[in-house]
Every structure is written in structure tokens, then in C-alpha cells.
């Protein structure tokens, strides 16, 4: 047994050694695993940092309400007094100045992107100090809050870094509306940092919508219990509403960007067999090279079986060395690039791709498995070959 | 023996590597036909719309109305030729899931601004003189299976209903078709007069203007003067060329179709890169062959064409069977995903690119071995085999 393991060992050294000699080869392998892992910790990366933005805004704790039959809040039309009876209603947390519901309403504005320099769109949400103070993890992180009644407003951490020309103590015009930005928040990078915000009555009154929101966020007085409230709604016909937790409302609106990860999935697949082509004719001909060198191993009384290992351990320190490869180009290119895109409301959702650790894992696996793969059948078959065909067909 | 039955046994000696050679080229263009189509699709917009065609939006955002009264001010500007306007509609059918793309209209207007239309005249009348008349689209009424003199229920994500609820009645009064393949006709056109009057809110707005200009040269000069008129006022426009805000919209897609474009596209260059250097490895290990065949008196360029065409061939058998199988491909998910991307097609364009990169795969990894054939020297080639 210990004569097997020593046989393997100094088979795959030989190989390993021999490499230099096919320069071109390996580096064909090397290179064609470096594809396959980089495509998909690519795709791997984007789904990631979209799901991190859109699921880290989702609180169980918070329902949001808006009328049936819109997908999002754009589309949603409520009425002040919808808001007083559902402030009214049984399942809302209290506290000293009374039950915690926050009516918002945003209308769509436009933003240069720095990318490009073209305009997109950005929502510019108006909400009052509950709202405010209901989105537990939002914190300033430089200047102050807006003051209420004022052209006052603050923006998200992802704005800033997509758009120009929302830094503070800049004037922002939309329309015949100047805006002062007075503040930068974060809320622990989700979707609301691809937010403006500012004063609801202001948003109101230079808008045009009266006395009309498009959603309210209420704070449940039992986690994720909808029940009570969703009664009140049952009950009182003008309530046309449709209550969800805001966990389950992003997860919906999160399900567009899951598609691209499907699709990443699908052509790095594809593109993995077509790789994999690539790099089993290059072991195969490695392997038809050193034909002789093989016969006369086993001429020597190495076994078959080191033989074949010697061969798959080459080709899978190739493909590893390719998966590494791979990794680290797209962790350069990759981690922590911003980007933004349309998202279910029709407003940019900014965030940034992300390689978290498990994502390297998975680049490590596929680089296995492509090595194996295309080390295996060229390895069976330097193994199965007769001593003597081989000598033969050297010459 | 013909040249061509040598170059077909070199290149079927060995089966196996011919086969993952040319299975790997045939993936490599699968995806380039199949990435390079969707790209299309998704830029179509753009390259379909009418070079004096302008949209003039509210410039806060596109998603802000207009007042009505702006429409009969812009067809007084100058070079403005018609002039109509659009709502959007936010309809779905049965389902919030089955969006429909529809739109408030003034009939005879819209008509003549949108003149890729084509319907039937007796259709053009009966809308014309239905008020709860809509006209649909080719394709979409394939994808629901209307009939003209159906009566559909459309409801609304945005608006609600006089009488509540938030579902309109309508009648198809006439299918329209584009007058190219590609213009989406996925559409649903009603009466702006039906929408104005059976709503609960919304007033006298409008979503869009769409105008079409005597002159594609004229067209900043009226762009200008209409935002110039609305300056300062309570809605001021922002006028552009149809195309340029197609792009827009499609830039705000963002930067992902971009990174997916070029992940594909460097991906397909180094499978290229990979197979080619098989490719070039295998014409370099026959050598001694081919200094034989020189002993037998073949011509060098008889030899530098052989091997050329070998390569050539390799390239086309897995290039062009990839190109095939994208465009059954396409073809077979241009149905179902008519819905997002109506003009999924593979192209001449896109097969003439793909066919373009498949010769110079061809020349790039046949022409370096068979310059070497054609300068060998039958002695050192005979010498390097010991």
C-alpha cells in the first residue's frame, strides 16, 4: 500500500515536472477553466448584491399597505381618511405620540447617472418623522435631517454614488423646484439608499396630490401578525387595501434581477461544457504525448492505477490553477462595482456586486469538477493502453 | 487523390478530437448567436424609430403628466406636422401578472403621428366612430387570442373606475399590423374621451406627447421653441428625438446588460483562443507528414492551401452548426418571450458577424502551421523526428 501511494506520488511529480515542456497546453487548460469560473462568480456576484439590497430592506416588523391591484408603489393611490382608519385599527404598535403609521408618497425625478452621463430615474419619497423613525437601521452619516416645511432634502448613500451633483450643500432643481440637500443617510446599504427623501407636505403641495399617499408603513404590534389588520380592511369597505409584510413586498419585487442569476447560471453552464471540450482535447493530447514516457512507467512496474492518478492529479492542478485564476479576475473586476438598474418600481436600484466567500467555494468546486472531468477519460485510457501499442505508436 | 480527401483524412484521424474541437466552436457561437440576438432585441427600439419623430415629456420625469391645453399650443410651433398624445394606461388582463402595454389615444391623431400602423380601413372607421372602440396589436391579440368584435375587461394598476373597481370594458374594433417585421405590436389603443370621462381622478392630463416634424433637420429647432414656450411655467417640457429617449430608457437597464455583454464576449474569445491552440497543435505535430509530402513533390502552396482549408473547414463545421442551433433557439423562445423582447431574431447581420469571426478563427490558428509547412526544410524536419 505504502509502495502504491509513493508510485502516485512521484507520477504526478514527474508530471507536474513535465509541464514546462507543454507550455501551450496547459496554459490552454488553465485558461479554459479560468473562463468558466470567472462567468460564473460573475453572475454568482451580481445576484448576490442585488438579493443583499433588496432583502436587507424587508422588516417582518413593518406591514406595508397599498391598493389592490398595484404591484408597486408607484402605482398606488390612498386617501387621507384611509389612513386615519387604519391608524384606528387593531395589530398597530403604539407608542406615546400614538400608533406608528407613516403614509409616504414618492414621485419619480430624474438624476444624471455618472456612469454614463444619462438620466434615470430616482424616486424622491416624502414621509413624516414616524417613517422616519419606524426604519430602525437608517442613520445620517454626514450633515443633518431635513427640516419639515422647508425645500429640505436628504439623499441615500447609493444616489450619491451613481448620480451627480447630490453631495451636500448642493441645490438640486426638478421643474420649477429648487431643492437643498442637507444630508446623507445610510440604512445598512438596501434599496432606500437609491432614495431621496424630504417632507411628505411638501411633496404633496408641489406635486399636486392633495392630500393623497401611495403606501403606508405601520409598525405591527405582534411580528409579522398581518391578521388584525387585514380584518379592518375586510371589514370596512372603503379600505381598499392590500396589506403585505415589507419582508414579503421585496422579496416579490426582488424576483426580476433572480431571472439574470438564472440565466448566468445557464450560459456559464454552456459556456462550462464548451470549455470543458477545450480542455479534455488538450489533456488528450498531453497525454497522447507522453505515450512512451507512460509505457515505460508501467514497463518499470508502476501500476495502471498510479498511471491514471498521475494524470487526473495534472489536470486538476491545472484546473484549479485556472479556477484561481478565474476568482481572482473576477474579484478585480467585480467585487464592489457599483451599478444600478430599473428596478420593480420603475426607479434605479443601486447596488453593488458582491464575491462573498461561499461564492469562491463554489468557484473552487466547479474548477474540481472541470478537472476531474477532463483529467479522467484521458487518464483511463493512458492506463488501459497495452505496453506494447504504446511503444509502438510512440515511434 | 484529390487535394480535399487528404485534407478529410487529416482531419478525421483522429475522430475524438475533431469532435470536442468542433464542439467547442459550436458552443462558443451558440452563445455569441443567441447573446448577440438578445442585445438586439433589446436595442430595437431604438433602431426602429422614426428620425422625425419627437416625445415631449414633462421635465421633472417622464412618469409626470402634461396639461391638455399644451397639445393645441405645440401644434401651432412651427415644422410640427401632427401632433397627438398619449396615457399611459398601467393595464393588465384578469391578472396584475399579465400586463398589457395600453394607451389612452386620440384616435385620429395618433394615427397619423404613428404612421407604421396598417389596418384595414372599415376597422379604422369603426374605431374611429366606437368610443369604448380599442385597437390591438397583432401579436397581442395572438398572445390573449382576440377576435375583432370581442369584449375584453382591462383593469388598471393606476386608475380607478367611475362606477369602482378598476376594470374598463372594451370592444376590439380592429387588429393592427407594423409595416416591418419588427415593430412591436403588442399593443392596446383606446379613446382618450372613454378614459377621461369614466374615471374617478386624473382630470384634464396627459401622459406624453408625440409629434412628427416636416423635417428630420428641423428637428432641434422645434424641440427648442416647444420648451422654450413652457419655460418658467408650471409643467416645462423636455423635448427629444423619439430615438434618443429610446436610448435613454434602455441605458437605465443600466450598466448589466453591459457587464453580461462582455463577460459573454470575453468568454467566447478565449473558448476561440483555447480551440484555436488545439487546433494549431495539431497541424504542428505532423511535421514529419508533411515534409514527406514534400519529398513526394507536393507544392508549398499546394501544402499552405491544404492545411488552410483544414483549418477553414474545422471552423465552419463547428461554427455554423452553433449558429444553426442558436437560431432554433431564438425561434423557439421567441414566443414565449414575446412578451418582454418582441424582436428576438437572428438576423443577416448578426449570422454575417458570427460567419466573419468563424473565418478568422479559421485563418488565424490554420495560417501559423501552414506557414511553417510551407517554409519547412525537408532535411531539419526529418532530423527534428529522431
Known amino acids: ?395 | 487523390m484529390s487535394d480535399f480527401y487528404l485534407v478529410f483524412k487529416n482531419m478525421t484521424r483522429k475522430p475524438l478530437r475533431l469532435f470536442l474541437t468542433c464542439f467547442a466552436i459550436f458552443i462558443a457561437f451558440l452563445i455569441f448567436g443567441a447573446v448577440t440576438s438578445l442585445k438586439s432585441a433589446l436595442n430595437s427600439s431604438v433602431e426602429l424609430s422614426a428620425d422625425n419623430r419627437l416625445v415631449v415629456f414633462n421635465r421633472i420625469n417622464f412618469t409626470q403628466s402634461l396639461p391638455i391645453a399644451y397639445v393645441q399650443k405645440v401644434a401651432t410651433v412651427e415644422g410640427v406636422k401632427h401632433v397627438t398624445h398619449l396615457n399611459w394606461f398601467g393595464g393588465y388582463f384578469q391578472e396584475p401578472s399579465r400586463q398589457v402595454v395600453s394607451m389612452a389615444v386620440d384616435p385620429e391623431s395618433y394615427l397619423k403621428v404613428y404612421e407604421e400602423i396598417v389596418i384595414p380601413e372599415e376597422q379604422k372607421q369603426a374605431w374611429f366612430n366606437n368610443r369604448q372602440g380599442a385597437l390591438v396589436g397583432e401579436k397581442l391579440a395572438q398572445i390573449y387570442g382576440w377576435k375583432v368584435g370581442d369584449r375584453i375587461p382591462l383593469s388598471s394598476n393606476i386608475f380607478s373606475h367611475k362606477d369602482g373597481g378598476y376594470t374598463w370594458e372594451f370592444v376590439i374594433s380592429g387588429i393592427f399590423k407594423g409595416d416591418t417585421e419588427q415593430y412591436d405590436t403588442r399593443q392596446l389603443l383606446f379613446h382618450y374621451k372613454y378614459f377621461m370621462e369614466t374615471q374617478t381622478f386624473g382630470g384634464d392630463w396627459i401622459g406624453w406627447m408625440a409629434l412628427t416634424t416636416d423635417d428630420p433637420a428641423i428637428n432641434e429647432n422645434v424641440a427648442k421653441t416647444i420648451d422654450d414656450n413652457f419655460a418658467n411655467s408650471q409643467s416645462e417640457t423636455d423635448t427629444s428625438t423619439e430615438k434618443a429617449f429610446n436610448k435613454a430608457f434602455i441605458e437605465q437597464i443600466g450598466n448589466i446588460g453591459l457587464i453580461i455583454f462582455s463577460v459573454v464576449f470575453t468568454a467566447f474569445f478565449t473558448i476561440l483562443v483555447v480551440v484555436g491552440n488545439t487546433m494549431a497543435l495539431a497541424i504542428r505535430e505532423r511535421t514529419g507528414e508533411i515534409a514527406v509530402l514534400k519529398t513526394l513533390g507536393f507544392s508549398s502552396t499546394r501544402i499552405f492551401r491544404m492545411v488552410l482549408s483544414e483549418s477553414l473547414l474545422i471552423a465552419f463545421v463547428g461554427g455554423l452548426s452553433g449558429l444553426a442551433a442558436a437560431w432554433l433557439l431564438v425561434e423557439g423562445v421567441k414566443t414565449f418571450l414575446a412578451r418582454f423582447l418582441p424582436n428576438l431574431i437572428l438576423d443577416g447581420d448578426i449570422a454575417l458577424q458570427a460567419i466573419l469571426f468563424m473565418l478568422l478563427l479559421g485563418l488565424i490558428t490554420g495560417l501559423m502551421p501552414a506557414f511553417q509547412a510551407l517554409r519547412l526544410n525537408i532535411v531539419t524536419a526529418f532530423n527534428r523526428q529522431q
Open chain 1, 1 to 395: 500500500m505504502g509502495s502504491l501511494v509513493a508510485q502516485i506520488v512521484s507520477v504526478t511529480l514527474m508530471n507536474l515536472g513535465s509541464l514546462r515542456r507543454r507550455l501551450w497546453m496547459s496554459l490552454a487548460m488553465v485558461f479554459a477553466s479560468a473562463v468558466v469560473v470567472a462567468i460564473l462568480l460573475a453572475f454568482l456576484a451580481m445576484a448576490k448584491g442585488f438579493e443583499a439590497t433588496m432583502s436587507g430592506a424587508g422588516s417582518s416588523q413593518i406591514a406595508i399597505l397599498m391598493r389592490e391591484g398595484s404591484a408597486s408603489e408607484i402605482n398606488s393611490v390612498i386617501l387621507q381618511d384611509q389612513v386615519n382608519l387604519i391608524a384606528e385599527s387593531a395589530g398597530v404598535a403604539r407608542d406615546t405620540n400614538g400608533p406608528l403609521v407613516s403614509p409616504e408618497l414618492y414621485v419619480i425625478v430624474d438624476g444624471l447617472k455618472k456612469s454614463t452621463g444619462t438620466e434615470a430615474n430616482i424616486p424622491l419619497r416624502g414621509l413624516n418623522e414616524t417613517g422616519m423613525a419606524m426604519r430602525n437601521n437608517m442613520r445620517m452619516v454626514e450633515g443633518r435631517m431635513f427640516t419639515p416645511g422647508t425645500n429640505e432634502m436628504i439623499v441615500g448613500e447609493g444616489v450619491l454614488r451613481e448620480f451627480n451633483g447630490f453631495e451636500i450643500g448642493k441645490e438640486v432643481r426638478f421643474g420649477k423646484n429648487l431643492w437643498t440637500v442637507v444630508g446623507v443617510f445610510s440604512t445598512g446599504g438596501n434599496i432606500f439608499e437609491s432614495e431621496l427623501w424630504a417632507d411628505i407636505k411638501i411633496i404633496q403641495s408641489h406635486y399636486n396630490r392633495g392630500n393623497s399617499y401611495q403606501s403606508i408603513r405601520l409598525q405591527l404590534e405582534n411580528n409579522g401578525d398581518l391578521k388584525p389588520i387585514q380584518e379592518t380592511i375586510k371589514r370596512e369597505p372603503r379600505l381598499n387595501l392590500e396589506a403585505q409584510t415589507e419582508q414579503e413586498y421585496f422579496a416579490s419585487q426582488g424576483k426580476q434581477l433572480q431571472y439574470i442569476a438564472t440565466f448566468g447560471w445557464i450560459i456559464s453552464s454552456v459556456m462550462a461544457l464548451g470549455a470543458l471540450a477545450g480542455a479534455l482535447n488538450t489533456m488528450y493530447t498531453s497525454v497522447a504525448d507522453r505515450a512512451r514516457e507512460i509505457a515505460t512507467l508501467r514497463a518499470l512496474g508502476f501500476s495502471n492505477f498510479s498511471a491514471f492518478c498521475g494524470t487526473i492529479a495534472e489536470a486538476m492542478v491545472l484546473a484549479v490553477a485556472g479556477g484561481l485564476l478565474g476568482s481572482l479576475a473576477a474579484y478585480l473586476f467585480f467585487d464592489g462595482l457599483n451599478t444600478s438598474t430599473l428596478g420593480g418600481s420603475f426607479t434605479q436600484v443601486v447596488f453593488s456586486f458582491e464575491m462573498s466567500p461561499d461564492l469562491f467555494v463554489q468557484g473552487a468546486v466547479l474548477a474540481l469538477v472541470i478537472g476531474f472531468i477532463s483529467g479522467f477519460f484521458p487518464a483511463w485510457r493512458a492506463a488501459r493502453m497495452p505496453v506494447v501499442v504504446a511503444f509502438r505508436h510512440a515511434t
